[in-house]
């Protein structure tokens, strides 16, 4: 006879309290991209699990706040990680650069006096990377079909209601994945498919460097670097990394005037990062490395800070009871429900 439901729940919930404190760690990086009003989220799943909601965002940090977490810059994230306390760290990222970093997000984190940390990627800024996620929705939500590429006589997929632009959103979507580190030749195919030679219009998504500057004047805010191109680092060959990392730095360091410490891994899972990334990250000049490895720090961490671990928060449900799991390191390994939630979009991080 099998084990009773309740008698799993009741013996699940009494191991991960009594876990609960080794599972959590010394604390948390937390990492997302976009903070925006709930009324501006896309309207489609996989972009819009990159944003949080302005009201969201603000529940998050006053839930860790009355849970008594310690808020913490990077800047000062190593040096609290090697002292005793009591305190839960919590290091919040933003991943990208965009526009509502600065408009949306920062008033969010000023409220609460939160240090916050974002990680820009130049080519986004100057306009020479394409936002591709972005560009493969407004494709999707500006015509009545589009065509994805890859079979002998590919048809128009229809785009009139959110149904169908959803399929066709991820129809493109593994078209691109598929074609791995060829994803350029693959977004230009599918721009050519659909009769543009160019990405389409997004708007604007990002900030500008005099924008930038304003944010790094904020005492709240760091400025870290995210490469120049958004690449996966494990296509890359060795001399290619080393340029993502240093031109991204320089670049940052000569518009802004001062060092750039920290960098963050596009994409950052473990298969995308490649052999030998925390000593190409030190010799291109960074202090840490964060990863979107999902566990929670630990004092182990200052042994090797060019891959640290950071937990993406999930943006399509926004659930303060599922975001306490998360945080406390147990149910982003067992839980089906998170597990499920997590994996639907880690391919974005």
């Known amino acids: ?29 937390l990492c997302q991209h976009r903070i925006l009003e709930k009324a501006d ?56 650069g965009y526009l509502d970093n600065l408009s949306v997000a920062l008033p969010v984190f000023e409220a609460f006096s939160a240090p916050f940390t974002v990680y820009v990627t130049t080519g986004l800024i100057d306009g020479t990377a394409d936002p591709w996620w972005y560009s493969l929705q407004s494709l999707v939500l500006n015509n009545e079909a589009i065509t994805v590429p890859g079979t002998p006589s590919p048809s128009p997929l229809p785009t009139g209601n959110w149904k169908e632009q959803e399929s066709a959103y991820r129809a493109l979507y593994r078209f691109v994945g598929e074609a791995g580190a060829n994803r350029p030749a693959a977004l230009a195919e599918i721009w050519r498919a659909n009769g543009l030679e160019n990405p389409p219009d997004n708007g604007r998504l990002f900030m500008s460097w005099d924008e930038i500057r304003q944010l790094d004047q904020s005492p709240l805010a760091t400025v870290g670097a995210h490469t120049v191109t958004h ?38 899972s473990e298969r995308d990062l490649p052999h030998g990334i925390s000593d190409l990250a030190k ?53 089906p429900r998170l597990r499920r939630r997590l994996a639907q979009t880690k391919e974005f991080r």
Do not use: C
């Open 283 to 335: 010799a291109a000049g960074f202090e840490t490395g964060t990863t979107t490895i999902p566990r929670n720090l630990s004092p182990g961490d200052l042994r090797v800070p060019w891959t640290l671990p950071r937990k993406a928060i999930p943006g399509e449900i926004e659930d303060l009871e599922l975001m306490n799991r998360f945080l406390g390191g147990w149910d982003d390994r067992f839980n």
């Open 231 to 268: 690449p996966r680092l494990s296509w890359l060959e060795p001399d290619g990394i080393r340029s993502e990392l240093e031109q991204s730095r320089l670049r940052l360091e000569a518009e802004l005037g001062h060092p750039i410490k920290h960098v963050a891994y596009p994409h950052g």
């Open 41 to 96: 989220k896309s309207p489609l799943s996989i972009p819009r699990d990159l944003e949080l909601s302005s009201d969201y965002l603000a529940k998050i940090l006053d839930n860790l706040r009355s849970q008594g977490a310690e808020f913490v810059p990077l800047d000062e994230l190593m040096e609290s990680l090697a002292k005793s306390s009591r305190h839960s760290l919590v290091a919040i990222t933003l991943d990208d």
């Open 1 to 29: 006879m099998g084990i009773p439901k309740t008698v799993k729940q009741l013996a699940f919930r009494t191991l991960s309290g009594a876990l609960k404190p080794w599972l959590r760690g010394r604390g948390v990086i």
